[in-house]
């Protein structure tokens, strides 16, 4: 299962401090048994949450492990996060989140049905099957730069890079 948090800032000059306490916050993250690997990227896309941190989880039952209750959230941020952006999504259709090597960027669409018309992205669809569920269907596609930046510029889908 791969579980999203996005989120922005409703202060952005203060993005430098968060994503030094986003660091510590994935590592700490990392140490709940049942949570196998957890990245952060960011985009500039407007309309999309500047922020998604992606987790690999072992099965929704994460989510109920007391140590990941006493971690988890955005803690002292929470109130400078815009509820614009604010979302947690858990999906099915994947058991792990992919790799998204240095040279390489994460495509994010979200869709009604598991479907695109973005000839030569290999998207992997993943089905909303709990948390906020602000989508039924998310396309991820790990990329290389070169490619994403050749795509046209569109609002259904955004360039996330690593952290």
């Not at 858990?90 to 009604?112: E, I, K, M, N, W």
């Amino acid at each position: 299962m791969i579980f999203m948090s996005q989120s922005g800032l409703t202060d952005p000059s203060r993005a430098g401090e968060w994503a030094q306490w986003y660091v510590e916050h994935l590592r700490i993250m990392r140490t709940v048994d049942g949570i196998d690997s957890a990245e952060r990227f960011v985009t500039d896309a407007h309309e999309w949450p500047p922020s998604l941190a992606m987790y690999t989880l072992r099965s929704a039952a994460v989510f109920d492990d007391p140590h990941y209750q006493k971690i988890r959230g955005m803690g002292s941020w929470l109130p400078l996060i815009d509820r614009r952006y604010y979302r947690r999504n858990l999906f099915s259709g994947a058991s792990h989140a992919p790799q998204v090597p240095p040279g390489y960027v994460l495509l994010v669409t979200d869709r009604a049905t598991p479907d695109s018309d973005m000839p030569g992205i290999g998207w992997t669809w993943l089905a909303s099957v709990g948390l906020d569920q602000s989508t039924p269907w998310r396309g991820i596609a790990v990329e290389k730069q070169e490619v994403a930046q050749a795509l046209p510029a569109r609002v259904d889908f955004a360039v996330y890079r690593r952290c």
